[in-house]
């Protein structure tokens, strides 16, 4: 039997946002990523690079053209700029799920547009 997923949104929290000076027009951003149980986020594309790593619980994350990959706590990924994001979700309907993610974008750049948003390039 599959998992229902529940449609609860995600809960972000900016750490740190950082220009870069060898970077003209290019910004650091840090932030924490909770999920409760069965939470999930809406298909999306992040215009920048992602460094994600899990801090606690588990995620299952989708991008464009590839299979969804189960992360677990101490295992980190990258997000290729501007490639659609179809998964992203706690994997447990039970327990918490927490991520560490930097990202990288323009200054001013929105670090997330949904999928089908007339500038998310989908």
């Known amino acids: 039997m599959g998992q229902a997923t529940v449609l609860a949104e995600d809960s972000v929290s ?4 950082q220009p870069l000076t060898d ?5 650091a951003t840090v932030l924490s990523l909770d999920y409760a149980p069965g939470a999930a986020s809406d298909p999306h ?25 189960t992360y677990t706590k101490g295992e980190h990924w990258y997000e290729s700029p501007k490639k659609p994001h179809l998964v992203s979700r706690n994997a447990s309907l039970t327990e918490p799920a927490k991520l560490l993610v930097l ?20």
Not at 23 to 27: E, I, P, Q, R, T
């Open 14 to 17: 900016v750490l740190m946002k």
């Open 45 to 69: 594309v992040h215009p920048g690079s992602v460094f994600a790593y899990v801090l606690e619980g588990a995620v299952v994350t989708q991008v464009e053209g590839e299979q969804p990959m």
């Open 103 to 122: 990202l990288l974008s323009q200054e001013g750049e929105a670090l997330k547009v949904p999928v089908n948003a007339p500038d998310s390039g989908k």
């Open 23 to 27: 970077m003209a027009g290019k910004v």
